[in-house]
């Protein structure tokens, strides 16, 4: 991604940062961008969706479950990057 204003690229790192306190500010030129709610939802529920069926995956997969939850969430923050847009914050 890069800045609409002044084009400087955000690193992956930045945007990593951003997905999960929902800004993103330019190093360059100051510029501010938020994460719409649809994103901000869709991350949510992705994170949320495996404790609804807490008791079913216990049940097969014993008390592995916490281990595989725990890939699970590093496995949603790496690639939230790919499917999660920026949009300007009006000032």
């Known amino acids: 991604m890069t800045c609409a204003k002044c084009k400087q690229k955000f690193s ?3 945007i990593l940062k951003a997905i ?3 800004k993103l500010i330019c190093k360059n030129c100051k ?3 938020k994460v719409p709610a649809l994103y901000r939802l869709t991350i949510s529920i992705l994170f949320a969706l495996p404790v609804f069926f807490q008791i ?3 049940n097969i997969f014993s008390y592995y479950v916490i ?3 725990l890939g699970y969430c590093i496995v949603v ?3 939230s990057s790919l ?3 920026f949009i300007e ?3």
């Open 12 to 14: 992956y790192k930045d």
């Open 20 to 22: 999960m306190c929902y």
């Open 31 to 33: 510029k501010k961008y």
């Open 56 to 58: 079913y995956l216990i």
């Open 67 to 69: 281990i595989m939850y």
């Open 77 to 79: 923050v790496l690639i």
């Open 83 to 85: 499917f999660v847009k």
């Open 89 to 91: 914050e009006q000032s």
